[in-house]
């Protein structure tokens, strides 16, 4: 059976959490053993899906179509265990399934109520649709103190006690802040944090405590003391250079040795972390830089994009360059300023995005990469603004616009109302639900011989995450092709067009799907890989 690892955090948010489920998730597997991470979110809403990048950061999808929380991310990323739909919940998501099967009358006349009704749908997520595996590590978000997440530390509790609780633990985040003006660390918010834990009825067994310094042994001791953990379990969690340092120092601190010493477990191999030793070197050691201009929106907001600053920084890792990122707000961009703001990057990149505050800037920086040979990666949305700055450009089609944004007679980018995935046909209209209504998750595609897209792959058959609601019309694809803009991948069924490609330019590629979703430090991205070959190309040209 699964041991079942509890993370919760305390003090404030933002404590890295998920980096933390992610890491040790991590070191178990160097141990030998099978894991899986789960997310718990507490917030109302059914999925992020809906949520402004502002709010909630980036939308990770997962294979099997799910819009989940970019912890999933770091999930992937670290232990390369594919996400899938049944590793993220949400307060919304449960209480919709329950009221949906309250309205079909399946409580049979019985009031339905947070405990026992909530509390039981929480805990058959937590062990649902498990596959021999050794640990599951359930993260859940939020504060501890938070009134939404109480029904979470609830079914924790109730789960732990229910089962055997040698085959469950829980382990606590909290910050142990330094107070310059009386030059001291100081644990009382690590106390009340646990204070408010126990008094929910789970008492941590280790905790891991954040801090910009060394927490010395009799600070430690105190909190152990005060917080009714062993003095081995109060575990530093210090600021690393890099999130791939964090199972190293983890390692060091010996989070790993405990865990397996709670469960009365062996390691199966030696650990080597070789493996995150060579990427957290490679990405604090290298000497030469590229510059990557962003072209976007949400700019001010690092989160909004994790999933692509990590792509780009495996580019880097592969190619042993540093990958300098800067974000431009498509906004801010016109015909004046352009020249000034991006003649100086060894390539661009337009992100994924939605609606029309911005497209003309994009579009714009889009249109300065390709005359001027400069490396462009365009990736969904910036797949489709190439499309449109083709056709207007080569085409002449001066108002080719998407119908994302006005009406319009030449929609080069228009509303998918059907398409296939795998034997069934999914159909929308233009007045469906905006949440999980998308062209979500993985889809093939097939990709043309002889093509920079095959070349970069090595392949002919991929299969990518997406996740739009609009896409390219295949209408204008031959005309563009008469003028050197190769659609270079479709749909298997040759109706959707998923990479489009200009042979005769240095490195101009768009692709209708997110390949940053897939990137892992140990296993860097093809595309991404090959984007930042093509930008150390252009840097040279740029010294
Ligand atoms: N807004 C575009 C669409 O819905 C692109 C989406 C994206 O970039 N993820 O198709």
Same mark, same amino acid.
């Given at each position: 059976?699964?041991?079942?690892?509890?993370?919760?955090?305390?003090?404030?948010?933002?404590?890295?959490?998920?980096?933390?489920?992610?890491?040790?998730?991590?070191?178990?597997?160097?141990?030998?053993?099978?894991?899986?991470?789960?997310?718990?979110?507490?917030? =109302?809403?059914?999925?992020?899906?809906?949520?402004?990048?502002?709010?909630?950061?980036?939308?990770?999808?997962?294979?099997?179509?799910?819009?989940?929380?970019?912890?999933?991310?770091?999930?992937?990323?670290?232990?390369?265990?594919?996400?899938?739909?049944?590793?993220?919940?949400?307060?919304?998501?449960?209480?919709?399934?329950?009221?949906?099967?309250?309205?079909?009358?399946?409580?049979?006349?019985?009031?339905?109520?947070?405990?026992?009704?909530?509390?039981?749908?929480?805990?058959?997520?937590?062990?649902?649709?498990?596959?021999?595996?050794?640990?599951?590590?359930?993260?859940?978000?939020?504060?501890?103190? !938070?009134?939404?997440?109480?029904?979470?530390?609830?079914?924790?509790?109730?789960?732990?006690?229910?089962?055997?609780?040698?085959?469950?633990?829980?382990?606590?985040?909290? =910050?142990?802040?330094?107070?310059?003006?009386?030059?001291?660390?100081?644990?009382?918010?690590?106390?009340?944090?646990?204070?408010?834990?126990?008094?929910?009825?789970?008492?941590?067994?280790?905790?891991?405590?954040?801090?910009?310094?060394?927490?010395?042994?009799?600070?430690?001791?105190?909190?152990?003391?005060?917080?009714?953990?062993?003095?081995?379990?109060?575990?530093?969690?210090?600021?690393?250079?890099?999130?791939?340092?964090?199972?190293?120092?983890?390692?060091?601190?010996?989070?790993?040795?405990?865990?397996?010493?709670?469960?009365?477990?062996?390691?199966?191999?030696?650990?080597?972390?070789?493996?995150?030793?060579?990427?957290?070197?490679?990405?604090?050691?290298?000497?030469?830089?590229?510059?990557?201009?962003?072209?976007?929106?949400?700019?001010?907001?690092?989160?909004?994009?994790?999933?692509?600053?990590?792509?780009?920084?495996?580019?880097?890792?592969?190619?042993?360059?540093?990958?300098?990122?800067?974000?431009?707000?498509?906004?801010?961009?016109?015909?004046?300023?352009?020249?000034?703001?991006?003649?100086?990057?060894?390539?661009?990149?337009?992100?994924?995005?939605?609606?029309?505050?911005?497209?003309?800037?994009?579009?714009?920086?889009?249109?300065?990469?390709?005359?001027?040979?400069?490396?462009?990666?365009?990736?969904?949305?910036?797949?489709?603004?190439?499309?449109?700055?083709?056709?207007?450009?080569?085409?002449?089609?001066? !108002?080719?616009?998407?119908? *994302?944004?006005?009406?319009?007679?030449?929609?080069?980018?228009? =509303?998918?109302? *059907?398409?296939?995935?795998?034997?069934?046909?999914?159909?929308?209209?233009?007045?469906?639900?905006?949440?999980?209504?998308?062209?979500? $998750?993985?889809?093939?595609?097939?990709?043309? !011989?002889?093509?920079?897209?095959?070349?970069?792959?090595?392949? !002919?058959?991929?299969?990518?995450?997406?996740?739009?609601?609009?896409?390219?019309?295949?209408?204008?694809?031959? *005309? =563009? *092709?008469?003028?050197?803009?190769?659609?270079?991948?479709?749909?298997?069924?040759?109706?959707?067009?998923?990479?489009?490609?200009?042979?005769?330019?240095?490195?101009?590629? $768009?692709?209708?799907?997110?390949?940053?979703?897939?990137?892992?430090?140990?296993?860097?991205?093809?595309?991404?890989?090959?984007?930042? $070959?093509?930008?150390?190309?252009?840097?040279?040209?740029?010294?």
């Amino acid at each position: 059976m699964a041991r079942f690892i509890f993370v919760t955090g305390g003090v404030v948010s933002s404590l890295g959490k998920g980096l933390a489920a992610a890491s040790l998730a991590s070191l178990l597997q160097h141990h030998g053993y099978k894991v899986r991470i789960r997310k718990l979110d507490p917030y =109302l809403n059914v999925d992020p899906g809906t949520m402004s990048p502002y709010q909630h950061g980036e939308v990770y999808v997962t294979d099997d179509g799910a819009e989940t929380d970019l912890d999933l991310g770091h999930y992937e990323r670290f232990t390369g265990v594919t996400s899938k739909k049944s590793d993220n919940i949400t307060s919304g998501k449960v209480y919709q399934d329950i009221i949906k099967r309250e309205r079909k009358g399946e409580y049979l006349g019985g009031t339905v109520q947070v405990i026992p009704h909530v509390t039981n749908e929480i805990k058959k997520f937590i062990d649902n649709d498990l596959n021999g595996e050794d640990f599951v590590i359930c993260e859940i978000g939020g504060t501890i103190g !938070d009134i939404e997440s109480l029904p979470f530390i609830e079914a924790i509790r109730q789960f732990h006690y229910e089962n055997d609780v040698s085959m469950s633990m829980f382990i606590h985040v909290t =910050l142990v802040p330094f107070i310059a003006s009386s030059g001291e660390l100081k644990t009382k918010p690590t106390q009340h944090s646990v204070k408010e834990l126990r008094s929910l009825g789970i008492q941590p067994n280790i905790l891991l405590c954040r801090s910009d310094r060394e927490i010395p042994k009799d600070e430690r001791d105190k909190i152990a003391l005060f917080c009714n953990v062993k003095k081995n379990n109060v575990i530093q969690a210090i600021n690393a250079q890099t999130i791939y340092e964090v199972p190293i120092n983890f390692m060091y601190e010996e989070l790993d040795k405990r865990v397996l010493e709670y469960f009365n477990l062996d390691s199966k191999k030696s650990i080597d972390l070789k493996m995150w030793k060579n990427v957290s070197e490679l990405i604090l050691k290298t000497d030469g830089e590229v510059l990557i201009n962003i072209v976007g929106k949400y700019t001010g907001l690092a989160d909004a994009y994790k999933s692509l600053n990590e792509a780009l920084s495996h580019g880097g890792i592969f190619n042993k360059v540093k990958v300098k990122i800067n974000w431009i707000e498509s906004e801010d961009l016109n015909e004046a300023n352009i020249d000034e703001k991006l003649s100086c990057s060894d390539g661009v990149l337009v992100p994924g995005g939605f609606g029309k505050r911005g497209s003309e800037g994009k579009i714009l920086a889009i249109k300065y990469a390709r005359e001027k040979n400069i490396p462009y990666f365009g990736i969904c949305f910036g797949m489709q603004l190439a499309a449109i700055e083709a056709v207007r450009s080569l085409l002449d089609i001066k !108002d080719a616009t998407s119908s *994302e944004f006005d009406e319009t007679k030449a929609s080069v980018v228009g =509303l998918m109302t *059907e398409w296939a995935k795998e034997d069934q046909l999914e159909q929308r209209k233009i007045d469906s639900d905006l949440g999980g209504t998308m062209r979500l $998750g993985a889809y093939k595609a097939k990709i043309r !011989d002889n093509s920079k897209a095959f070349n970069v792959y090595g392949e !002919d058959e991929i299969s990518e995450r997406h996740r739009h609601r609009y896409e390219v019309n295949n209408n204008y694809c031959s *005309e =563009l *092709e008469k003028k050197g803009v190769i659609f270079s991948a479709f749909s298997p069924d040759g109706l959707l067009p998923e990479i489009l490609e200009i042979p005769s330019h240095p490195w101009f590629i $768009g692709v209708q799907f997110h390949p940053e979703l897939k990137s892992k430090p140990f296993d860097p991205h093809p595309l991404f890989k090959s984007f930042i $070959g093509a930008a150390i190309n252009r840097s040279k040209h740029n010294q």
